[in-house]
T-cell receptor
Framework: GNSVTQMEGPVTLSEEAFLTINCTYT??????LFWYVQYPGEGLQLLLK?????DKGSNKGFEATYRKETTSFHLEKGSVQVSDSAVYFC?????????FGAGTRLTVKP | DAGVIQSPRHEVTEMGQEVTLRCKPI?????LFWYRQTMMRGLELLIY????????DSGMPEDRFSAKMPNASFSTLKIQPSEPRDSAVYFC??????????????FGQGTRLTVV
């Protein structure tokens, strides 16, 4: 079946450090891929998405590229801020089946 | 639009009691998802509906759990009888799903359930 595997956390970085959170997926065909972010006490919010191979999703300085050959959608940000501290979820959607990774908790220290 | 609305935000109940969680999807959305989030298992898909019809309930943990969608603007997730291991945050999400398109899901704020 469809599934997502993402990097185990927690991840702790200093402000302005480079961030990478790895995500790989298993699915037939070409699913759409997403990164969601969850701030404390809130629901998940869409951060960025890509709907076909080689697409790059970007938002708020975050980027991820849909790599069909490696079935990956790694999240990157060049310079993190304290306000980026949250839990990040990688997700895929194939038809109406939407699956999420386990989530990676990011803490950014000043 | 106010987004996906879930109620209650918090629920504390005693073991053995019936619990009903409610969700109002975004107007016009025709797909609705129920998820459960715990530290141990992460975010689990319990069930999803298309056009008010349950499509896949394979994630429902056991017969104590049931979900309904009587119309396009309302869904319930019921646990009867509840057990302490059901304690979790339950999220409802909705999306558009025309055939052939994959779009993102929009999440509610969640219901934090504690069964004591």
């Amino acid at each position: 079946g469809n599934s997502v595997t993402q990097m185990e956390g927690p991840v702790t970085l200093s402000e302005e450090a480079f961030l990478t959170i790895n995500c790989t997926y298993t699915a037939t065909g070409y699913p759409s891929l997403f990164w969601y972010v969850q701030y404390p006490g809130e629901g998940l919010q869409l951060l960025l998405k890509a709907t076909k191979a080689d697409d790059k999703g970007s938002n708020k300085g975050f980027e991820a590229t849909y790599r069909k050959e490696t079935t990956s959608f790694h999240l990157e940000k060049g310079s993190v801020q304290v306000s980026d501290s949250a839990v990040y979820f990688c997700a895929l959607r194939k038809n109406n089946d939407m699956r999420f990774g386990a989530g990676t908790r990011l803490t950014v220290k000043p | 639009d106010a987004g996906v609305i879930q109620s209650p935000r918090h629920e504390v109940t005693e073991m053995g009691q019936e619990v009903t969680l409610r969700c109002k999807p975004i107007s016009g959305h025709n797909s609705l998802f129920w998820y459960r989030q715990t530290m141990m298992r992460g975010l689990e898909l319990l069930i999803y509906f298309n056009n008010n019809v349950p499509i896949d309930d394979s994630g429902m943990p056991e017969d104590r759990f049931s979900a309904k969608m009587p119309n396009a603007s309302f869904s319930t997730l019921k646990i009867q009888p509840s057990e302490p291991r059901d304690s979790a945050v339950y999220f409802c999400a909705s999306s558009l799903f025309p055939a052939g398109l994959n779009t993102e899901a929009f999440f509610g704020q969640g219901t934090r359930l504690t069964v004591v």
